[in-house]
């Protein structure tokens, strides 16, 4: 069974950058697509932003549409998310998924990772 762990996360200034990472353990990533997603308090897990299984083909959520870039490392089985010009909204848990379709909704996910909070302070 996959699991996968997060990491990258922490306090910033609005404006400023981060990458996120999440490495694959107990199974390969390289016949999944993974997404990002993150949560608020309150608020359900949204969609942030996926790649398909061969990185040919990516999408991001409007709200982080040209400052985030997701990509893959399937020789590390690895998924990062480069997060730019960061703003106060982008404050969250982060959390990736491995999906056997390329999707945007997080139904389709079925192994998640435990998360990394990422803060911006404006």
């Known amino acids: 069974q996959v699991q996968l762990m997060e990491s990258g996360g922490g306090l910033v200034q609005a404006g400023a950058s981060l990458t996120l990472s999440c490495v694959a353990s107990g199974g390969t990533i390289s016949s999944t697509a993974m997404g990002w997603f993150r949560q608020t308090p309150g608020k359900e897990r949204e969609f942030v932003a996926a790649i398909n299984r061969s990185g040919s083909s990516t999408h991001y959520s409007a709200a982080v549409k040209g400052r985030f870039s997701i990509s893959r490392d399937d020789h590390e089985n690895t998924v990062n998310l480069q997060m730019n010009s960061l703003k106060s909204e982008d404050t969250a848990v982060y959390y990736c998924?491995?999906?056997?379709?390329?999707?945007?909704?997080?139904?389709?996910?079925?192994?998640w990772g435990q998360g990394t909070r990422v803060t911006v302070s404006s």
């Open positions: 998924g491995a999906s056997s379709e390329y999707s945007t909704n997080r139904a389709q996910y079925s192994y």
